[in-house]
């Protein structure tokens, strides 16, 4: 069974609009959560991460975290077409010796033409 | 920095061949990283190294999937033999102490 769990499987916004993307983790043992973008043809690469309890905000993109509920969200404001892309949800464990990540299956997002 | 470098990008490959796929990951960094990558099943573990030391195996990729770290700025995967259901995007990815991984180009798997 998949324990990074992401919806929705896909999404679809237009230009400008705003978007949210979840991520639940079902491994109580998770410390760390992070957000990778793939553009299509193209390899994962790190958008944000999160590691404590609130939220982080990098220009049009926020990250909230629920440590509790192991839950994570991204959300993505003001879209623009360089964002369609499929957004991969990861978590890890710390002080374990070892920087696995465990990915979920990832949101298709892109923006109605 | 070069970032991770991957050859060959495509392969294709008839049914029960064998081939290598190989990787150099970021100078200097600790962790590499072996994925799957397909539709169905998403980005999934195959092998991971830590100072050239095997962490982790992927469990169900045991039989036909061989990962070595010959030294700290190489790395292989073999597959042998290969199947169909082998076909996918194969990436590697390294890191530096529990920091991001750095995913390179990945090798696009063709088996016939």
């Known amino acids: 069974q998949q324990k990074v769990q992401q919806s929705p499987e896909s999404l679809i916004v237009p230009e400008g609009g705003m978007a949210s993307l979840n991520c639940t983790s079902s491994?109580?043992?998770?410390?760390y959560f992070w957000w990778y973008r793939q553009h299509s043809g193209k390899s994962p690469k790190m958008l944000m991460?999160?590691?404590?309890?609130g939220e982080k905000e990098e220009g049009r993109f926020t990250v909230h975290l629920n440590k509790a509920s192991l839950h994570t969200s991204l959300h993505i404001r003001d879209s623009q077409p360089s964002d369609s892309a499929l957004y991969l949800c990861?978590?890890?464990?710390?002080?374990?010796?070892?920087?696995?990540?465990?990915f979920g299956k990832g949101t298709k997002f892109s923006l109605i033409p | 920095d070069a970032g991770v470098t991957q050859t060959p990008r495509h392969e294709v490959a008839e049914k029960g061949q064998t081939i290598i796929l190989k990787c150099e990951p970021v100078?200097?960094?600790?962790?590499l990283f072996w994925y799957r990558q397909t539709k169905i099943q998403g980005l999934e573990l195959l092998s991971y190294f830590r100072s050239k030391s095997l962490m982790e195996d992927g469990g169900a990729f045991k039989d036909r999937f061989k990962a070595e770290m010959l030294n700290s700025s190489f790395s292989t995967l073999k597959i042998q033999p290969t199947e169909p259901k082998d076909s996918a995007v194969y990436l590697c990815?390294?890191?530096?102490?529990?920091?991001?991984?750095?995913f390179g180009p990945g090798t696009r798997l063709t088996v016939l």
């Open positions: 100078s200097g960094h600790n962790d």
């Open positions: 991460s999160i590691f404590s309890n």
């Open positions: 990815a390294s890191s530096d102490n529990y920091a991001e991984q750095f």
């Open positions: 990861a978590a890890s464990r710390a002080g374990t010796g070892s920087n696995r990540l465990t």
């Open positions: 491994d109580r043992n998770v410390d």
